[in-house]
């Protein structure tokens, strides 16, 4: 038995010829889905004997086979971010102790600079069909290691059980009610765990057809969604605004679409209420972290709180903890901790950081918010984003909501900046929307003290143009830098 292959030869052998994987160069089948994976896992067994294998491929369909290939070979999967610099991705791949890796011609120097060999996916060369025995695993064995952002000092590789992804999946199709006859669009790097799981492993384990856009286009991805009606569309909330402030895009655009899902980033609310008056689909927030195997909680259309990020999945909880990892009054804020199928086995070659994260069972996220009497989880910040202005403790997202009120803004970040007077001092980096009318700083600052209190309202609000994003679209807050106010 193995919990993530089954489902592929279930497909495989039931409705082979059922639409799996497509891209703009490949269109593959279950039956051939799986034929290509078995091939390329042979290859991958003659030409390595570790444990990891690493998969450096764009977006695409041939990623997706790439994953499965790994599997099928009896190896854990190491998705890698092709935008990394060559010193960064030498350090993962060291760090994974990996000498094999799954890439594409484009990107075969970067890996061998990083000190692997890079086994290109070449199309009749590499990607030949055949037909291997599907290997046991146990529910414990490692299946993947997704190296994290690294936001602060080194990626972290989190190691990822075949049972962490199996049961996140089958959690999180559960919950809105997913099907085979579902169509999905894969817009989301698939070495982001979120697009690991919800826009690779959660269609394919249905049986359900999914489209992959390797460079996200808002008038492309309505295109998809129109001709192949698509009517699964998960993605972060920085994709949808971009959908909305697409003035031509209408209902008619996405004729299919019934579900709509947001996370890896906050949801301003504008950009919530504009999607559902504009596509007429309830956009439903959810909430992951790449130690939970992702997908923590998340709205659904029976169970929907606007400005949450939902109940927790079926087999997880969420409770919010004080300083001394005790468990809180519903409403009162604290660190979010999980408990239950998703917590990862920890960190790679990591065991101090393991230990902090997971404590007695329990994952501590660094997240900060409540959950209400009702089970609905509400995200303040992240704990090493706080500020303290004069001695008060102030969360970025909670000013960031405030400015994304504005009509005017399409896009907010707040960062804290040194002060010798106060400690701290919040200042704002904001979008404006296109065609907005005009707006200037004090502007901003005024309709932040009429929703903050003084000493939340940002010292300055630079206005600009786009804010610096990674990979999946979350702004980089890192990269913002501004000076110290004066006065």
Known sequence: MHLLLDPIDRHASDRPAQPAAWDQSLALTFAQFRGLSCGLAGQIAAQTDRPRVGVLVPTSAAAAVSIYACWYAGRAVVPLNFLLAPAELTRIVQDAGLDLVLTIDRFAPLVETAGARALVLAGNQTLVPADLPTPRADERDIAAVIYTSGTAGEPKGVCLSVANLARNVAASIAAVHMTPDDVFIGLIPQFHAYGFTTTTLVPLSLGAAVYYLPRFSPLTAAEICRERRVSVLITIASMFGALLSTKSLARAD????????????????????????????RLLEGYGMTEASPVVSLNTHEAYRLGSVGRPLDGISV?????????????????????????????????????????DGALFTGDVGHVDADGFVFITGRAKEMMIVGGENVYPSEIER????????????????????RGELPVAFVTLMPDAPPCDENALRAFCR?????????????????????????????ALRAPAPDG
């Open 402 to 421: 405030v400015l994304l009120q504005h009509p005017s803004i399409s896009e907010a970040a707040v960062i804290g900046t040194r002060d010798d007077i």
């Open 319 to 359: 409770t919010a903890c004080d300083a001394a990892g005790r468990a809180v009054a519903p409403g009162e804020e604290g660190e979010l901790t999980i408990r239950g199928h998703g917590v990862m086995q920890g960190y790679l070659n990591k065991p101090e950081q393991t230990s902090r994260a997971i404590r």
């Open 450 to 478: 009429e929703h903050l209190a003084g000493y939340k309202v940002p010292r300055r609000v630079y206005i600009g143009g786009d804010l610096p994003r990674g990979p999946t679209g979350k702004i980089l807050k890192r």
């Open 254 to 281: 996405v004729p299919a679409l019934r579900l709509a899902v947001s996370g890896g980033e906050p949801l301003p609310l504008p950009v919530a209420r504009g999607f559902e008056q504009r596509f007429g689909v």
